[in-house]
């Protein structure tokens, strides 16, 4: 017994091993390719906004200067001023803590719900796995900004509504990507090797199966992310998240809808925002989902 577990472990750690070898070719990735470092960098910014604004910026967000009111981009105002004279850089560097909080939060709870439904699914067979995963299907037939929107519509307005309304879309995706991965590394024979050696279903489950899903959940979490950006700005911009005067990307989109002719920046600052830190997101996505490029 001893021996097939033996045998079973070198197997699960000759898998791990080539999963941290995918991360070293992820990283060299970054020096290869100077798209998905830019995006990188995309990201690393956004990030460091969302955590330490005051690095950017030593404007208040919500000082009003009606004597600055719509001022065009300049060294003093890079991005310009809104309606009521707002500084227009710090209210789109100050956003970003808002938007992504919004979009982690949203990630954490789809993340979470979908791993718990897929790893039971998965794991388990039989009627339960056909039960939970024809309820997935109703969910995915169901946009996910129309389901977001429903959810928060019931639970309310406010920025922490709207992330769990967009988390609670994105449950199914997870979901069924997380009962594939568990269904294909269950016929995989270090996990055949523990279960015929007398191992728990948990222990596996635990010490086997979850560690060696990490790589495809990763990329959706990533795809995931920029999805919740997209839905929490378009909740806000709709007026279902965050409300004036919180600096919300999508909000600020919507400040400036009234003021495209006039003011096209109000719009064009945070909406730039939103789709360069989409489009980072989703390259870095494809580089975990994409076989590495052998090297010549």
């Not at 909740?235 to 003021?259: H, K, M, N, T, V």
């Amino acid at each position: 017994m001893s021996g097939t577990m033996t045998v079973g472990e070198a197997l699960g750690e000759r898998h791990r091993a080539g999963m941290v070898r995918r991360g070293r070719e992820i990283g060299g990735g970054l020096l290869r390719q100077p798209m998905l470092a830019a995006s990188a960098v995309v990201v690393a910014v956004a990030v460091a906004a969302a955590l330490a604004p005051g690095a950017f910026t030593g404007s208040d967000p919500l000082q009003v200067r009606p004597a600055a009111k719509l001022h065009p981009p300049d060294s003093a105002h890079l991005f310009g001023t809104d309606q009521l004279g707002r500084d227009l850089f710090a209210r789109v560097v100050h956003g970003a803590g808002l938007s992504l909080s919004c979009a982690v939060i949203a990630v954490l709870v789809g993340l979470v719900g979908g791993s718990l439904v897929g790893l039971v699914a998965g794991f388990a067979g039989g009627p339960l796995d056909a039960a939970i995963m024809r309820a997935v299907d109703v969910l995915l037939a169901v946009p996910s900004l129309l389901l977001a929107t429903t959810l928060v519509t019931a639970f309310g307005f406010g920025p922490a509504q709207t992330a769990f309304a967009v988390g609670t879309s994105s449950i199914a995706a997870f979901a069924r990507l997380v009962r594939a991965e568990v269904m294909r590394v269950r016929e995989q024979a270090y996990v055949e090797a523990a279960l015929a050696a007398g191992a728990r279903h948990l222990t596996v489950l635990r010490r086997h199966v979850l560690p060696h899903t990490g790589g495809a959940v990763f990329a959706l979490a990533a795809l995931e992310f920029g999805g919740a950006i997209l839905a929490v700005s378009a909740l806000g911009f709709l007026g279902f998240g965050a409300q004036p005067p919180s600096p919300e990307w999508g909000a600020l989109i919507a400040d400036g809808r009234g003021y495209l002719d006039t003011a096209w920046w109000m719009t064009a600052a945070p909406g730039l925002a939103v789709v360069l830190t989409v489009l980072a997101l989703n390259r870095i996505s494809q580089a975990f989902e994409s076989p590495p490029v052998p090297r010549r």
